[in-house]
């Protein structure tokens, strides 16, 4: 099972870049397959580019320090 600390403190370290552009990123769900759903939301929930956000931001500072995540899905 994937601790949902670790999945906050991986969120804290990449929410002051999301912020800087007016967006942020809700911790929604941790399957028990491992897999992290998240909600992007302020600018980061509208942007066109926000799928590029999630797979090279977010899905890869969280799984640089929660290598038993096996994905990140936005809802």
């Known amino acids: ?6 999945i906050e403190d991986a969120l804290d370290y990449i929410r002051p ?11 929604i769900e941790i399957t028990p397959e491992g897999v992290v759903k998240v909600k992007l939301v302020g ?3 509208s942007c066109p580019m926000s799928m590029l ?8 500072a969280i799984k640089q ?3 038993e995540v ?5 809802i």
Do not use: F, I, N, S
Not at 53 to 60: I, M
């Open 43 to 45: 600018a980061c929930g």
């Open 65 to 67: 320090r929660v290598p």
């Open 17 to 27: 870049a999301l912020q800087r552009d007016g967006g942020d990123v809700q911790l």
């Open 1 to 6: 099972m994937v601790d949902t600390e670790k």
């Open 70 to 74: 096996v994905a990140v899905e936005a």
């Open 53 to 60: 956000t999630l797979k090279r931001g977010v899905e890869v």
